[in-house]
């Protein structure tokens, strides 16, 4: 059995399995490799160890189904392997921060927490080298009110960001689209503005203004130089955002064709994004070219 087959069947195995007990010794069996190598192989392709693999989709879509439906805290536990309700919610907030119960009264999904099933499309990207190119567009200046961070992300704090933004969505007036947000971040042009652990940035997690009155308490007001951008379509759930970034800023600007000017990009968010992470959602990195 090939690399790439083995670990799509291993991947397969774990869905059809999630509501039932794994042995790793069974979905290594499966993939037709010994425990031993099929740990490293797995854990070298999907970022994670067998064991934490299943237990984040366990938890992720124990998650999706507090807020999709009824069902008690309990039955929950129960369904994805938990022994008992007092060490779901144990692991639960470990992974989202947050208690079940508090999730469900949230509402509101945390796809960068999730760990969505394993795409396939990210080994044959990876044996390819086939990501798609970006579109070519000018696009005017624009105004965005929100949440602002700066740092580093080094401890997750732009997902973070976003959950406390999405607490306080409906706070922003005067809306330009009320489908459109966006993700702006700005290098200060200042280079004396660094940290220890590398560039710190400037990350507003913002919705699109027509104008900045009645700026609520809290949040900052940022207008968004326009001009020609190369735009890149990122499609499935954020927790492989990474993946294109590094393209990104990687093997596409080492070609040469455009140069990189400024020091704003953004992240554009509309009806196409689905904040559950499926494989069809997406959204769009603007990146300020000449």
């Not at 010794?25 to 099929?38: G, P, Q």
Request: hydrophobic share 35%; with cysteine; aromatic share 14%.
């Amino acid at each position: 059995m090939s690399y790439i087959k083995s670990i799509q069947t291993a991947v397969d195995f774990i869905e059809a399995h999630l509501d039932t007990s794994i042995k790793t010794s069974d979905v290594a069996r499966e993939s037709a490799y010994s425990l031993f190598h099929f740990h490293r192989i797995f854990q070298a392709a999907t970022g994670d160890t067998l064991k934490s693999y299943i237990n984040h989709r366990r938890l992720t879509q124990a998650a999706r189904r507090l807020l999709e439906k009824s069902t008690p805290l309990i039955q929950i536990s129960l369904d994805y392997g938990f022994e008992s309700q007092e060490s779901f919610t144990r692991a639960f907030k470990r992974r989202f921060g947050v208690t079940p119960g508090r999730y469900r009264k949230e509402g509101i999904h945390y796809p960068t927490v999730y760990r969505n099933k394993f795409d396939i499309n990210q080994l044959l990207f990876q044996e390819k080298g086939d990501l798609m190119e970006p579109e070519i567009k000018t696009k005017d200046t624009f105004k965005v009110i929100g949440l602002r961070y700066f740092g580093n992300n080094e401890n997750n704090e732009i997902p973070q960001l976003w959950q406390e933004f999405m607490l306080r969505w409906d706070e922003v007036p005067n809306l330009a689209n009320p489908r459109h947000s966006y993700g702006v971040c700005t290098v200060p042009e200042n280079s004396g503005e660094t940290q220890e652990a590398g560039m710190a940035f400037e990350y507003v997690a913002g919705r699109e203004v027509q104008t900045f009155e009645k700026i609520p308490d809290g949040m900052v007001a940022r207008e968004v130089p326009g001009g020609k951008f190369a735009v890149f379509t990122h499609y499935g759930p954020l927790n492989n955002l990474k993946q294109t970034i590094e393209y990104i800023y990687g093997e596409w600007t080492r070609k040469g064709e455009y140069t990189i000017r400024g020091n704003v990009d953004f992240e554009f968010y509309n009806e196409k994004f689905d904040p559950a992470g499926s494989p069809a959602s997406e959204l769009f990195l603007y990146i300020p070219i000449e």
